[in-house]
């Protein structure tokens, strides 16, 4: 089956520094990608939605300055959080689609990051 | 625009028994419907989903849902729990046009031996 990997599993910074969380689509080809935050006991909440070679498309409520995103292959997308603060400290997964628009509905997840600031 | 309502945040069931886990959507449009699978400090895996065609769909896991237009409901059913059924669990729907993704707020799954 797809298998998406994201890197890494766990991190730990300082308040106002930045992370890159990074998503890979292992052994397929993802044209979309999509980033999800998950709070403690709570569904997955859309951030944004990362297209390969364009810029992400941002949910409403999502600060694109403050989570960027970066789309450069079609097997990897980067979610950078600038600036961190306590309360960005959260479940973030990814996802991906395998193929074309239109061609597959299913979206395979990463095993997530957990994102720590102090 | 799509959502799900997930009744039941917490079902506890024995080992053995039948798992019955509630979902209801809303939809505009013909709805995709999935069912996703979580672990503790895990990302999610799909157990089963509907696009088209049969309306009783087969999972892994030995997971089943039925999608019934007229009730708008995708319900989850396990007939023998098993101790590694214990997980939280998501339902999903989709218009199947840009993949987007609405999930319900999750059913926590406990199996009592």
């Known amino acids: 089956g797809a298998v998406v990997s994201q890197h890494p ?3 730990i910074c300082k308040s106002g520094t930045s992370v890159k969380i990074e998503c890979r689509s292992l052994d397929f080809q993802a044209t979309t990608m999509f980033w999800y935050r998950q709070f403690p006991k ?3 909440m859309l951030m944004a939605t990362s297209n390969e070679g364009s810029k992400a498309t941002y949910e409403q409520g999502v600060e694109k300055d403050k989570f960027l995103i970066n789309h450069a292959s079609l097997t990897l997308s980067t979610l950078t959080v600038t600036s961190a603060h306590p309360e960005d400290s959260s479940f973030y997964i990814c996802s991906a689609v395998e193929g074309p628009l239109g061609y597959q509905e299913t ?4 095993p997530g990051t957990r994102l720590l600031v102090l | 625009a799509q959502s799900v309502t997930q009744l039941g945040s917490h079902v506890s069931v024995s080992e053995g028994a039948l798992v019955l886990l509630r979902c209801n959507y809303s939809s505009s449009v013909p709805p995709y419907l999935f069912w996703y699978v979580q672990y503790p400090n895990q990302g999610l895996q799909l157990l089963l989903k509907y ?3 049969a309306t009783l769909v087969k999972g892994i896991n030995g997971f089943e849902a ?4 007229s009730e708008t409901s995708f319900h989850l059913t396990k007939p023998s729990a098993h ?3 214990a997980a939280e669990y998501f339902c999903a729907v989709s218009d199947g046009s840009d993949y987007k993704l609405s999930f319900g707020a999750g059913t926590t799954v406990t199996v009592r031996a």
Do not use: C, H, N, P
């Open chain 2, 66 to 69: 039925e999608f019934k237009k």
């Open chain 1, 107 to 110: 979206q395979y997840f990463g």
């Open chain 2, 83 to 85: 101790m590694s059924d």
């Open chain 2, 51 to 53: 696009t088209t065609g």
């Open chain 1, 9 to 11: 599993s766990r991190v």
């Open chain 1, 42 to 44: 709570q569904s997955l």
